[in-house]
């Protein structure tokens, strides 16, 4: 009788069995939660907590315009957030690579130490930033600038400000790993055979560097569209976003039904966007083809 052929050559099953731990915490932390939120999203229970059955009533109450309107606030937070971080995050990207290559090692110190701190830690600390006495009000009204603080705390604009102190490493990092593995003898070409900037920006540097800038992108705008703590935290409460209504309905008594119905069709329109999100980069970023 012929052995199976895993006994017979133990070696080529080496790669499944160090990988399957990862498959397994996956399944068990990623793919059955998602199921259980999918069949709870059409559960009908009754006020008394009772099961009666499966519906869609769950998702007819997030189709009035407050709850579309929620998730069109989650939509622009997100796109704002990725724009700001792209437009920080490039140029940063591209000193560390190529002008400040003998620092780098510092720079990425730098822009890496906030994360071995607790995320309250920076709240709190922008807190003091931006509260009206605090630090940022205080300068400029040294400074001539203002003559009365400004609310800055509990504003769309801390929000934003909060949003892209946290994101900006997850689009400077994989943008600056395209960049590192760069050849920089192409740039040097293309001002030799008279491209400008401009055009060697739009023609040689961006295609050639997409892959990074899109895993950038989506690194940012993905949880940028469920975020909660910063919109709840640094905006005072005072708008709804996609990740505070969930949260809402999860936690809250009787109502864990609808925060997986309103996560599902939330999720299905964030899907629906980073696709057309990606046809657009590429589109943008790769107007010749597709490129590494």
Known sequence: MNSPPFIKDPKKQLPFALGSPALLWQVLFFYIPLALITVSGFLKVSELGAFEGFSLENFRLFFSPVYLKTILASLILGLSNTILCFAIAFPLAYFMAFTGRKHKNTLLFFLIVPFWTNFLLHVYAWFYVLEKHGFLNNLLIKLGIIGEPLQLLNSPLA????????????????????????????????????????????????????RGIKAGVFLVYIPSFAEFAIPELMGGDKKMFVGNVISTFILGEGTGSLGAAFTLLSGLILLLSAVGLYYLLTWILEPGGKHG
């Open 159 to 210: 929000i934003m400000i909060m949003m892209v102190y946290y994101y900006l490493p997850f689009m400077v990092l994989p943008i600056y790993s395209s960049l590192e593995r760069f050849n920089e003898s192409l740039l040097e070409a293309s001002y030799d055979l008279g491209g400008n900037f401009q055009t060697t920006l739009r023609k040689v540097l961006f295609p050639l560097t997409s």
